[in-house]
């Protein structure tokens, strides 16, 4: 279903993004594994897809520099003949610590601003970066992470869920205009993921009362969202656009 | 289920028969037509022409409510003969079921009675001139003579299309022959039934029948005896027939024409571009751009809120997502190869050249849309095809159409009020004959000029009572003082 695709996952070297872009590369997508900082990892990620099989390249572009997206897309589109698929996943850096997070009588509204331009800024200047291609296209997926604490915010990590509640928001007035090129937006809304870096500071009694209120009775896992992912990614959703996948067992129903 | 195709009048037989097989999904249609020979003809036209003298004092708004009476029962969606067009149309045609559901409603509209009142109050004093001589204001009476005798040649790329011609035939008292194609071969016969089941006076006074055309023996009887001929077709088509026609007849005839549509920028505010591209893709869409209406290119104005470019984009989107609501009807393989052949030649100028663009279906020849940056004119091997020229203003477009001055027909047109009555201007000086809004470039008006000429005014032969005469006539009453 994705064979050929070209696939760019932002923030790739590691956790969520690493098990998407290694699940795009087992179904025959072209994939590139942008990553910011951790070189050794993302060429790990392109070893593992090209050991699967699979076709990969490592690029690294900061998300926030509209500069270095630019020159990103450009090289893709340059070699591959064209970009299908976007998932945005790159987030700045974050820890899911409900002890050490900022209570809303201390949080800055600089810390408003670095989620917002990181989660934000970042799906806004890669969008952009690929619109003309993807408008030239006829065609095109772009597929935003975000969390399931929009919704349900079981902690209140303020900074980082306003950001991706923006986040939504853009995917979806996104989506009401590039829906007539024929450009699919839509979002995929993880839980609170096992084994990512992220995720690791989340104290065990936390982890046990989510997984107590859900249905599944367990923490979300990458490979759950990767499948998101590739639905929306292949044509099984050619006709959705606009939505929000909650990938948490059942922990938000909407 | 056997169809006999064929309209004739009453006490007409014939010895034998062909039949043509329609099949679709198991269920199959036999038309069934007669085996002519130029004595047929000739007694087809004795006939209807003999019936002709029923009719001829026939008042021409008795003739309306006749007509109204067969159109009314079209109107109604369990009418048998409804539910055999909807049914079979699209079957012969290709044509997408709901879109020739909704045309041949639409279409049927316009011969209800207040349409056709409307249609000969646009180029006749009154109505009655039909029927008796009308005083002039200059002093004198003038009356208007139909044909006795008019030999239609019907084109099959509209359906329905052939009503138009018989019912200005009808109005004008005259008998009338009529060729169906083979493309389209319902419509004018289901006509002529609802006809002779509201009065059989008027249907005795028609023949329609189906034979491939160009049979000599066949035509020529047709060719002498008719005093008008309407022809419908392609130039070639036309051409062919003119050579066959005697000088002293009367010689209507509807060929190839060109369409487009331009728009302005004007048209591509933010919160009106959708609408726009939607009116567009009407006009591209009904009956495949069949219909001598539609367009071949749109002129999109630089300068609006979405530029050419990304409105050749979502023009692209819009048609990708129609193919799946109403398919188009599928091509003779000369029909997709010009499709193909034009996308070739794009494509491959577009390799070099950023000012071209071309957007299409990805499997078969569904749509495509070329996009030009620089300004040009072509005309498209329509089936949804279309060119898209970007131009700086509409008016710098008029240079580029002159080469195609004498086919051109309708513009369909979106700009500001003041623009519209100034383009208009330009336009109808190079030749275009109807200007109407996108989105209705499809549907003429009752009592539109066709092709820039009357409709039953070209017909009618007039006659003038001069006022010399009735001065003359007083002269003889033995009672006037």
């Given at each position: 279903m994705l064979k050929g695709k070209v696939v760019l996952v932002t923030g790739a070297s590691r956790g969520i993004g690493a098990e998407i872009a290694k699940q795009l590369g087992k179904q025959g997508a072209i994939v590139i594994v942008n990553y910011l900082q951790n070189q050794c990892a993302a060429n790990e990620v392109v070893k593992d897809i090209e050991q699967n099989g699979g076709t990969a390249v490592a690029i690294q572009a900061d998300v926030i520099d509209s500069d270095q997206v630019e020159q990103m897309v450009h090289m893709i589109v340059d070699n591959f003949m064209g970009i299908d698929v976007v998932v945005n996943n790159a987030l700045p850096h974050y820890t899911f610590n409900p002890r050490t997070r900022k209570p809303a009588w201390e949080i800055k509204w600089q810390d408003y601003q670095t989620q917002i331009q990181g989660n934000l800024g970042g799906a806004y200047n890669v969008t952009h970066a690929v619109l003309p291609y993807m408008t030239q296209q006829q065609e095109g997926?772009?597929?935003?992470?975000?969390?399931?604490?929009?919704?349900?915010?079981?902690?209140?990590?303020?900074?980082?869920?306003?950001?991706?509640?923006?986040?939504?928001?853009?995917?979806?007035?996104?989506?009401?205009?590039?829906?007539?090129?024929?450009?699919?937006?839509n979002c995929v809304a993880p839980g609170l993921t096992a084994h990512t870096d992220s995720s690791q500071d989340t104290p065990e009694n936390v982890r046990e009362s989510i997984i107590g209120l859900t249905p599944l009775k367990r923490l979300t896992h990458p490979q759950d969202i990767a499948g998101a992912v590739l639905f929306l990614a292949s044509s099984w959703s050619s006709f959705i656009t606009g939505q929000c996948i909650y990938v948490d067992g059942g922990l938000t129903m909407k | 289920m056997q169809f006999n195709h064929f309209a004739v009048p009453d006490g007409i037989a014939f010895s034998s028969f062909e039949e043509r097989i329609i099949e679709d999904h198991g269920a199959t249609l036999s038309l069934r037509s007669p085996c002519l020979s130029s004595e047929d003809i000739v007694q087809l036209m004795q006939t209807i022409r003999e019936n002709r003298q029923k009719i001829k004092d026939y008042r021409t708004d008795q003739l309306i409510q006749i007509i109204d009476a067969a159109i009314q029962k079209w109107l109604d969606p369990n009418y048998p003969l409804r539910q055999f067009a909807e049914k079979w149309v699209p079957i012969i045609t290709g044509y997408d079921k709901n879109m020739v559901r909704l045309e041949l409603k639409q279409f049927l509209r316009l011969f209800r009675k207040k349409e056709l009142l409307r249609f000969i109050q646009q180029e006749f004093p009154s109505i009655s001139v039909l029927d008796e001589f009308y005083p002039q204001s200059n002093g004198g009476w003038s009356r208007a003579y139909g044909p006795e005798f008019i030999f239609h040649i019907f084109s099959g790329n509209v359906p329905g299309l052939p009503i138009w011609s018989l019912v200005m035939g009808i109005l004008l008292k005259s008998a009338n022959f009529g060729k169906t194609p083979t493309g389209e071969p319902l419509m004018a016969i289901l006509f002529a039934q609802s006809l002779r089941e509201v009065n059989v006076d008027v249907a005795n006074t028609l023949a329609i029948l189906p034979w491939k055309g160009g049979n000599q023996e066949l035509e020529a009887p047709l060719y002498q005896g008719s005093d008008t001929v309407i022809a419908y077709g392609s130039n070639e088509t036309v051409e062919q027939i003119r050579k066959q026609i005697p000088s002293s007849t009367r010689f209507l005839h509807y060929g190839y024409k060109i369409s487009f549509a331009m728009v302005g920028r004007e048209a591509l505010r933010q919160d009106?571009?959708?609408?726009?591209?939607?009116?567009?893709?009407?006009?591209?869409?009904?009956?495949?751009?069949?219909?001598?209406?539609?367009?071949?290119?749109?002129?999109?104005?630089?300068?609006?809120?979405?530029?050419?470019?990304?409105?050749?984009?979502?023009?692209s989107s819009e048609l990708q997502q129609y193919a799946l609501i109403r398919t188009r009807a599928k091509l003779s393989p000369e029909e997709s190869q010009a499709i193909r052949s034009l996308r070739n030649e794009y494509e491959f100028k577009a390799m070099t050249n950023p000012n071209v663009a071309v957007y299409q279906s990805e499997i078969g020849t569904e749509w495509t849309v070329i996009y030009h940056k620089d300004l040009s004119f072509q005309p498209s091997p329509l089936n949804r095809t279309i060119h898209v020229v970007q131009c700086e203003h509409l008016e710098e477009s008029i240079p580029a159409i002159l080469p195609f001055r004498e086919y051109l027909q309708t513009v369909g047109i979106a700009t500001h009020p003041t623009r519209l009555m100034h383009l208009s201007g330009i336009l109808g000086e190079q030749g275009v004959t109807r200007i109407c809004a996108i989105g209705s470039m499809n549907r003429s008006v009752p009592g539109w000029h066709h092709d820039g000429r009357f409709n039953?005014?070209?017909?009618?032969?007039?006659?003038?009572?001069?006022?010399?005469?009735?001065?003359?006539?007083?002269?003889?009453?033995l009672d006037v003082e």
């Open positions: 997926r772009i597929i935003n992470i975000v969390t399931n604490l929009i919704d349900f915010p079981i902690v209140p990590y303020h900074d980082y869920t306003t950001a991706k509640s923006a986040l939504l928001g853009f995917s979806r007035n996104m989506a009401a205009e590039l829906g007539a090129f024929g450009i699919k937006v | 009106l571009y959708r609408d726009t591209l939607r009116r567009l893709r009407d006009d591209m869409t009904i009956y495949d751009q069949q219909a001598c209406l539609s367009p071949h290119l749109v002129f999109i104005e630089a300068g609006g809120n979405v530029s050419p470019r990304m409105l050749a984009q979502q023009l039953l005014i070209d017909l009618v032969r007039w006659v003038d009572l001069e006022g010399s005469a009735e001065a003359l006539a007083e002269q003889y009453d």
